[in-house]
């Protein structure tokens, strides 16, 4: 089969454009918001994502280590969101950039001697904090990696700066060990043993504006009917810059056999919303414990709540090999407050707890039925 002229041209320009802007990113999993060449922007994130789910604690959540504008508000945030039997924590904490040391070679970093990244000799990701609200140590080690950054040229300047998101997932699936500790707002002490728990880590960086460049996330993980591991992962990014942008990743895993659909090969449907509650979060809070409302399907106050959010999306690509239905079983929704709605937009973050079921088919084998839970993320106004 021959390849157009012009699809070569395209792959050669995003190669070169990708280069420019990832730097020495480029093929590591470093830091970049001290050497890229965008990092003066007003509008440059960087964050380093871990999740978990742990069936014998009941324990699921997400930890975030992330800067907004390093330059101007020189500040690193960890962003933690907790679920539990019904019960929602989120905990912010931040810290001066002047003493947290992050290596731009490896995601290494040290926060104020008071936790960070650490990488460990076998490849291990050892994370933690410790304040008096939430501690923290957990150890992820990668069973499914992924090498690949995609790069995406989103629609217009921002400050004078073009609009881009590069997306790194690293541990397709990670086991976690360790534990967490939390005080809750009864000044009731909690601590969650994790052995074996299920895990996912990725890293995200560029020139972004929630409000105007929405995206919609999925990462799911189970085993088939004949016990082979499967990882599902979606990112799907709105408003690009240009019809031949990279602008939709699916990948689907299967015991290390990877298969991956781009832009017009999959089709992602949103076939239903719902209202959930929003708790409302500054980017700078520091040293702050929210416990809010979970958002769940059939509640009995549904009704009342203005923000609505995905509760339903379909995943299909055109071959027939992926035939999904997600379901939204836990919302919890986020969104900015004043001064950061100011600089960003009004823009929530859905962090969502899925149900995933329907078929995948590799090769010339019967199709596969995939059935379980997973986490999704839906960005935006």
């Known amino acids: 089969m021959g390849i157009s002229l012009s699809f070569l041209r395209f792959s050669v320009i995003l190669l070169i454009i990708t280069a420019s802007l990832l730097g020495k990113a480029n093929g590591i999993d470093g830091w970049n918001y001290k050497e890229n060449a965008d990092r003066s922007s007003l509008y440059f994130w960087e964050f380093k994502y871990f999740n978990f789910d742990d069936p014998t604690s009941r324990l699921k959540g997400n930890i975030s280590f992330f800067v907004v504008s390093p330059q101007q508000f020189n500040l690193m945030g960890v962003s933690v969101h907790l679920y539990r039997d019904g019960n929602l924590y989120s905990y912010q904490k931040t810290f001066s950039l002047r003493c947290a040391l992050a290596d731009t070679n490896s995601p290494s970093l040290k926060l104020c001697h008071n936790g960070g990244i650490r990488r460990l000799e076998n490849g291990d990701l050892q994370i933690s904090l410790n304040t008096n609200k939430l501690s923290f140590s957990l150890r992820y080690h990668p069973e499914f990696t992924n090498d690949k950054i995609y790069f995406c040229p989103l629609n217009g300047k921002l400050l004078g700066k073009q609009a881009w998101m590069s997306w790194r997932p690293l541990f397709l699936q990670a086991t976690v060990d360790g534990q967490l500790t939390l005080l809750d707002k009864n000044n009731f002490s909690q601590t969650f043993a994790m052995n074996s728990a299920r895990g996912y880590h990725d890293q995200n960086w560029g020139i972004w504006k929630p409000s105007v460049h929405p995206y919609r996330w999925l990462h799911f993980a189970a085993k088939d009917q004949g016990g082979h591991n499967i990882q599902i992962l979606l990112g799907d990014f709105f408003n690009t810059k240009d019809s031949e ?26 076939t239903s919303r719902s209202r959930f509650p929003v708790t409302r979060f500054g980017i700078f809070d520091n040293d702050t414990m929210k416990q809010g409302i979970v958002g769940k399907i059939g509640d009995q106050n549904q009704s009342q709540y203005k923000h609505s959010a995905p509760s339903s999306i379909t995943i299909k690509t055109k071959d027939g090999s992926v035939d999904l239905t997600i379901e939204t079983a836990i919302n919890d929704s986020t969104g900015a407050k004043f001064p950061v709605s100011l600089l960003m937009g009004d823009f929530y973050i859905n962090e969502q707890i899925v149900k995933t079921k329907g078929l995948l088919k590799f090769a010339d084998m019967p199709p596969i039925l995939v059935e ?3 986490e999704a993320q839906f960005v935006g106004k």
């Open 245 to 270: 942008a990279l602008k939709t990743i699916l990948i689907i895993d299967r015991d290390g056999e990877k298969r991956t659909y781009t832009n017009d090969q999959v089709e992602v449907n949103e």
């Open 372 to 374: 379980g839970s997973g």
